[in-house]
């Protein structure tokens, strides 16, 4: 899986574009991503994670998003994914997690 | 497709060859890719408990996956050397954080139980076991 941080986001928010698989073998690299880049950006209050490419979702994966979820909200920051593809979203949604964070399909 | 089987090690980067061999042989056979993707999904899921927990990523240790078709109703084998583990003795909700930590758990579990229409586990002579999950693909 590739992790791309995108440009267009404001001073408060990161942007970031998921291509490839979420999923056992890749959860642990997009948690220890955002963590750092948190870390290394004071202030951000939203992060975004641009969904278009990413065409696979395992529990792993899942379970890596609600724990940044978790993690981030007592430092003011909310997660969210947009554009994602309806293949993730059902897994999502499956879940319950689509009620617990902003999902927005492709 | 009548039967088709894989091989593989108890080892995690076996994960990525096991979904995409299920995708392969379920695209001759289902059209919806949001049903190809739950199956697919449910195998994985039973595949990565056997390798990750049940196997403790031994590569010595050999798993054989079998996809069988029946009419509509696709029978998913998987062939286990670890003592089985009884899925259905998990908690019907996944538990959104686990206690004591902040990872959540029982996902997988939870999706093969909301996918999947059947789940059969019995131990086979010597202590290894056989996973059998029933999916109508028609309905």
Same mark, same amino acid.
């Given at each position: ?25 890749? @959860? &642990? %690299? ?7 880049? $948190? *870390? ?8 975004? !994670? ?22 981030? @909200? &007592? %430092? ?7 554009? $994602? *593809? ?8 499956? !879940? ?11 | ?139």
């Amino acid at each position: 899986m590739q992790i791309e941080v995108l440009q267009d986001g404001g001073a408060n928010e990161l942007h970031l574009a998921l291509r490839g698989e979420l999923d056992a073998l890749t @959860a &642990p %690299k997009l948690y220890e991503q955002l963590t750092q880049l $948190v *870390q290394g950006k004071p202030g951000i209050s939203q992060i975004t !994670l641009h969904c278009r490419e990413l065409t696979y979702l395992s529990s792993a994966g899942a379970g890596i998003l609600l724990m940044c979820m978790d993690n981030f @909200a &007592p %430092k003011g920051i909310t997660l969210g994914l947009t554009e $994602v *593809q309806p293949e993730v979203y059902n897994i999502l949604d499956l !879940l319950g997690l689509t009620k617990l964070m902003s999902v927005t399909h492709a | 497709m009548p039967k088709t089987s894989l091989q593989f090690s108890a080892i995690a980067d076996n994960l990525p060859i096991i979904r995409h061999f299920v995708q392969t042989h379920l695209k001759s056979m289902v059209s919806d890719p949001i049903r190809i993707n739950q199956v697919t999904v449910a195998v994985e899921e039973l595949c990565a408990n056997s390798i990750l927990h049940a196997n403790k990523e031994d590569p010595e240790k050999e798993l054989r996956l079998e996809l069988r078709l029946q009419g509509s109703v696709l029978h998913i084998y998987l062939y286990d050397p670890a003592p089985p583990y009884d899925i259905h003795a998990y908690p019907a909700e996944p538990k959104l954080l686990r206690a004591g930590t902040n990872r959540p758990g029982g996902f997988g579990i939870y999706l093969i139980r909301r996918i999947i229409d059947r789940i059969d586990i019995r131990r086979r002579k010597g202590g290894s076991s056989v996973y059998h999950m029933v999916k109508d693909l028609s309905a």
